[in-house]
T-cell receptor, first 108, second 112 residues
């Protein structure tokens, strides 16, 4: 089967760095994506890793290691507006499968 | 501006009364899909379409129908809604192998 595991909640302090992990049990997928969803809003695309390694987009970075079946999203210089849910997702064949999401709480 | 338009935003209905949630896009993208989101379960794919007249089941297709008669529209049809279909629904454009998903604003459906 296919499954993605990520922590249900993470708490961090404003200005700090937080890492949200995603482990998966699937093979033959094309890449790992990350999406952000604020309360009441739609998910929005953050980043995509098609190859192993680190991808950086401003304060956000994402990492993929296919050999370890593992990826993470790194958020730096946390701001209150980063309080949201974050989903990892894999693209496999013609489907995109999501993890259950990680709720990020940011403390002032 | 790339847009995915979903309607309605909110819908309350009764068991067994057929309903349709519409989705249209101006991105000229072949790939469209429907997801439902429930607390603790994340986003689960209902149906997807790789092109006009091509649709396929996702992970939770039971109780739903879709059609793709033209590229820009991908309606979700509930022929006989039941309370367990109460959920938040999202239409998405893109995806497949390398393309990110662009989501509509969502439809919150309540079936009583």
């Amino acid at each position: 089967g296919q499954s993605l595991e990520q922590p249900s909640e993470v708490t961090a302090v404003e200005g700090a760095i937080v890492q949200i992990n995603c482990t998966y049990q699937t093979s033959g997928f094309y890449g790992l994506s990350w999406y952000q969803q604020h309360d009441g809003g739609a998910p929005t695309f953050l980043s995509y890793n098609g190859l192993d390694g680190l991808e950086e987009t401003g304060r956000f970075s994402s990492f993929l290691s296919r050999s370890d079946s593992y990826g993470y999203l790194l958020l730096q210089e946390l701001q209150m507006k980063d309080s949201a849910s974050y989903f990892c997702a894999v693209s496999r064949d013609d489907k995109i499968i999501f993890g259950k999401g990680t709720r990020l709480h940011i403390l002032p | 501006e790339a847009q995915v338009t979903q309607n309605p935003r909110y819908l309350i209905t009764v068991t067994g009364k057929k309903l349709t949630v519409t989705c249209s896009q101006n991105m000229n993208h072949e790939y469209m899909s429907w997801y439902r989101q429930d607390p603790g379960l994340g986003l689960r794919q209902i149906y997807y379409s790789m092109n006009v007249e091509v649709t396929d089941k996702g992970d939770v297709p039971e109780g739903y129908k879709v059609s793709r008669k033209e590229k820009r529209n991908f309606p979700l049809i509930l022929e006989s809604p039941s309370p367990n279909q109460t959920s938040l629904y999202f239409c998405a454009v893109g995806g497949g192998r390398y393309s990110p998903l662009h989501f509509g604003n969502g439809t919150r459906l309540t079936v009583t």
